[in-house]
Structure formats: structure tokens, C-alpha cells
């Protein structure tokens, strides 16, 4: 018994003790304490007992993916086979062959079990699921088990010696003959499905009925209902269901400090940079952008605008493209180029004086007005006035008070423009009285990190918006902003993700309104 505890144990240090190893040690110590001191415990004691171990020594793994794979994926291979355990396959007269074939459904159930309850934490976390990951691992699962961990953990133990030089080589031969066989498989079988998550909580709950029926033993009444309650995940992707006809829906993600604007209408998909990159990798592009895209039902863009290379503005770019396919790119100067190495599809560059068409929406740029450009600097930043229908948003990127007043002698007699994202995030350097007066904003949004020490954006030009009669809002305070425009409306229909705050935020407001609470954020 000792060595069996010892064993299990030095297996999960070995191997990096991950939540899903150190869910098996808990779970096969207690089934073995248990044989030990001949007490009857059934799996799921054992299964309970694990996941309150597991979150008492480190209740924060609630929230990571590992532990939600690795509990459902248990979980459903219990309640899939209770009452289905048999001990003593050569009983009762039965044939190798019967046996053979008995131990093949098995394997067989096991896996699609495991596929059917992994579909909503794959999608939750990952956005997507792997069709074809449910046969394949029909071989994977045993050749790693049986021809790789073997050997590899022989090796180690016997490292230094000739046998544990070749189990090593063995281990390392046949793990690349694994890859090559997946990367053959993901070739000939369905592969990586892009699928959003249910928005909805009521919906991600009716979801995960459905998966607990299809779970439960066959035999019992309304089982096969289950499949009903699967279809609100894919209920955003069907046409129309988004809410977009004949409306313009502009979103000012909440990326922190940095920018994301998704325009949205029947016959486009925009998006106006792609937000940050952290020094961790952290890519703003594959972890908020395309999972919010993908649960609005937008499996892919028609057009990203990349306004200059600045890491807050450019760097969710390549997370991005990993994760949703992108129609056409548009980048100032250089950049253009550098960006079309990463993504593989069309690219073009923004240029003062063209006026561009995309489905319903008029695209007019304003600046910069060179081609070869680096593309990196922020007075490089692709302006663009678009119009749907009347309804003028103005997206300047990160231009100082020294472009803005190029632009207001460039374009003298520009009309006021419903919408105004502040340049630079509301910085002292931009937001100039020549833009304020030329704009006339009649809404102005700060997209701004929650108290980063940058401070944006600065009070002067929380006054001068202010001054102008515009009305202000920042994604620190409001988290992401979304405006509707129905046609014929000239007023959107406003909705801020803070907007019912829970218990622990406090809206501080006070009798100065929206610009003193505004004006309180920083100082540069």
C-alpha cells in the first residue's frame, strides 16, 4: 500500500503536478485508503472528496480551464457509466471475441461521453471545439499512455545507462510519430470549429441541461431531449439572430489602455484596432475581442483598421487573425505591409483623399496623407470618417493637437459628427480647442485603462468636451460602451457593461456630474 501511495505520488511530482494530475492522485488515494482499510466508497465519494481537496488548497483553480476540463471530463465518464460496470469480463460464458467487442463500445461510449461534456467548457474558454478530436483520441489516448509515458518514465529513472538512453529514444520516436499522425488527422477530419459561448447565463445554463441529460445511462424517458437544449450556443449564429438589421451597433470594447471599436451593420463587420499585447503574451485580440465577437454570432471580419503600430492599438492583431479569419486589412504605410506577413490576406494602406465604400458603410480618410510612412508613429494614425445613413463617427486614432489642426484646415466645412472616439485616449498632447471647435462632437468616448498610471483622459480636455456640450463617456468608468443606430434614428440607443454595478463598485458621482467625475482620472 505504501508503495502505491509513494508511486502515485512521485508519478504526479514527475510530471509537474498539474490540476488534472493532482485531481487523480487525490481521487486514487482515497480509493485506495479506502481498499486499505476495507471501507466501501463508491467513485463519486471519491470524485467529491478530490474537487473539495483540489479547491480548498487552491480555490482560485475555479476559474482556470484546466480545472473545468479535467472535473466535467471525469464527471461525465461517472455519470455516463453508472450502473453499466461489470467485473469479471470472462464470466458467464462469453467469448474472447464478445469480450474484445464489449471493451471497444466501451472505449468507444467513454470517449464521446467525454467529448459530449467538454463541448461547453471548450467553448467557454476556447471558443470552439474539435469535431474530429472525439476519433482521434480513440488512438491518441492509448498510444500515449502504452508506447510513450512507459518508456519516457523508465528512461528517466534509468537515465545514465544504455537501457534508459534507448527507452528515451523509444519515448521520443514514437511521440513523433504521434504528431505526424495528428497532424495527418487534422487534415482528413473535421477540424477546429470557431464557436462562440451562450452569452447568455440563462442560455449557458439551458446548454449544460442538455449536456447533463445526454450523460445520464440510456433508458431513461426524454434523454434524447438533451439535443434540444444544445442548439441556443448556435442560436447567435443563425441569420439575423444578432440584431443588426437594418442598424449600425458600434462597440468600444473595454481593453483597458488601449483601443478596440467593432462597427456592425447588415452587410459589415468592422473593427477598428485590435487593442493591446502585454510583455506576457496576453493578446487583447484572442481574449476579448474574438471571444466577444464570436458569442454576437460573428464567426469573422470583413475589414480591420489597424490606426499605427503602437502596442495598445496594433498588438491584439496577431491573436486576433490566429483566432477569426480576417477579410481585409487596412494599416498607414509600412505597417500595411508588416501586417499583411502576419495575417496572409488582402492589405491596403489608408491615404488622405479616398473615399471607400464597404457594404453600407462610407468610409472617407482623412489622414495621413503620405505612403511611405513607417506606420509606427502616432501622428501616422489612420483617420476615417464613416457614414451610414447620415450617422458620422470619426475615429482618429492617436493624432496630437499638431495633425488636428492640419486636419481643420484641410477640411474647412466638415458637417458635426455624432460620434467622436477622443484621440490618444483623451491625452493633454491631443484633443486640441481646433479639433473640439471643427468636430462639434455631439458624444465623445475615452477609451482608457481603470486607473493606469498613464491618467487618461486629462481634465483640461474633460472641460473642453465638456464646454462644447458634448456628451462624455470612458470605458474605465462604463466598462464597454455599445451605440445603436436604428434608421431613421439620430439618436443611439446607449448600453454600458457597468450599468448595473455589482455590490463591490460604487459609482462615486457626485453633484459636478459626468465631467468632475471624469476629470478626477489623472494628470497628463
Request: with cysteine; net charge positive.
Amino acid at each position: 500500500m505504501f508503495l502505491a501511495l509513494a508511486g502515485s505520488l512521485a508519478y504526479t511530482l514527475l510530471a509537474g503536478a498539474p490540476l488534472s494530475a493532482r485531481r487523480a492522485l487525490a481521487m486514487t488515494w482515497v480509493l485506495l485508503l479506502a481498499w486499505q482499510w476495507r471501507r466501501r466508497i463508491g467513485a463519486g465519494l471519491a470524485y467529491s472528496l478530490a474537487l473539495a481537496l483540489v479547491l480548498t488548497l487552491q480555490p482560485l483553480a475555479f476559474f482556470g480551464a484546466g480545472f473545468w476540463l479535467s472535473f466535467v471530463a471525469v464527471g461525465a465518464l461517472l455519470l455516463g457509466f453508472s450502473g453499466r460496470l461489470r467485473i469479471g469480463g470472462w464470466a458467464g460464458g462469453r467469448s474472447a471475441g464478445e469480450a474484445a467487442a464489449r471493451w471497444r463500445r466501451g472505449l468507444l461510449r467513454s470517449q464521446w461521453l467525454v467529448a459530449i461534456g467538454l463541448v461547453l467548457p471548450s467553448l467557454v474558454f476556447f471558443s470552439g471545439f474539435s469535431p474530429g478530436g472525439l476519433l482521434l483520441n480513440l488512438v491518441a489516448i492509448p498510444w500515449l499512455g502504452f508506447a510513450i509515458l512507459p518508456p519516457l518514465m523508465l528512461g528517466t529513472l534509468l537515465t545514465g545507462t544504455w537501457v534508459g538512453d534507448w527507452c528515451s529514444r523509444f519515448a521520443g520516436w514514437q511521440l513523433d510519430l504521434l504528431m505526424d499522425f495528428l497532424e495527418a488527422g487534422r487534415g482528413a477530419l473535421p477540424a477546429w470549429q470557431v464557436l462562440g459561448p451562450p452569452a447568455d447565463l440563462v442560455v449557458l445554463c439551458l446548454a449544460a441541461l442538455g449536456v447533463l441529460l445526454l450523460l445520464l445511462p440510456a433508458g431513461l424517458p426524454g434523454r434524447r431531449l438533451g439535443w434540444l437544449f444544445l442548439l441556443p450556443p448556435l442560436l447567435p449564429f443563425l441569420p439575423h439572430a444578432n440584431g443588426t438589421a437594418d442598424s449600425l451597433r458600434l462597440t468600444v470594447l473595454d481593453v483597458g489602455q488601449g483601443l478596440a471599436v467593432v462597427l456592425r451593420t447588415p452587410q459589415q463587420r468592422l473593427l477598428y484596432d485590435t487593442g493591446p499585447l502585454s510583455g506576457s503574451g496576453w493578446s487583447a485580440g484572442s481574449q476579448i475581442i474574438a471571444p466577444y465577437l464570436l458569442g454576437e454570432g460573428v464567426p469573422a471580419l470583413d475589414t480591420v483598421i489597424v490606426s499605427h503600430g503602437d502596442m495598445d492599438h496594433a498588438g491584439g492583431f496577431a491573436g486576433l487573425s490566429e483566432t477569426l479569419p480576417l477579410g481585409r486589412t487596412v494599416a498607414p504605410g509600412q505597417l500595411a505591409g508588416r501586417l499583411r506577413g502576419i495575417s496572409g490576406g488582402r492589405v491596403s494602406q489608408c491615404l488622405a483623399g479616398n473615399d471607400v465604400t464597404l457594404g453600407d458603410l462610407r468610409l472617407q480618410w482623412l489622414w495621413p496623407d503620405i505612403r511611405g510612412l513607417s506606420g509606427e508613429e502616432n501622428d501616422h494614425s489612420c483617420v476615417v470618417l464613416i457614414d451610414w445613413r447620415g450617422v458620422r463617427i470619426l475615429l482618429t486614432g492617436d493624432i496630437s493637437s499638431q495633425v488636428e489642426r492640419q486636419l481643420s484646415s484641410r477640411y474647412p466645412d466638415l458637417a458635426p459628427v455624432d460620434l467622436l472616439i477622443a484621440p490618444h485616449h483623451g491625452s493633454r498632447s491631443s484633443s486640441s480647442p481646433a479639433l473640439v471647435d471643427w468636430a462639434k462632437p455631439r458624444q465623445v468616448i475615452f477609451s482608457a485603462g481603470f486607473r493606469h498610471h498613464f491618467g487618461h483622459p486629462h481634465p483640461d480636455v474633460v472641460r473642453r468636451y465638456s464646454a462644447s456640450g458634448a456628451q462624455l463617456f470612458n470605458t474605465a468608468d462604463s466598462g464597454a460602451l455599445e451605440f445603436t443606430w436604428r434608421n431613421g434614428d439620430r439618436l443611439p440607443t446607449i448600453d454600458a457593461a457597468r450599468s448595473a454595478g455589482r455590490f463591490w463598485y460604487v459609482d462615486h458621482t457626485d453633484e459636478t456630474g459626468d465631467a468632475g467625475r471624469l476629470s478626477r482620472r489623472g494628470q497628463l
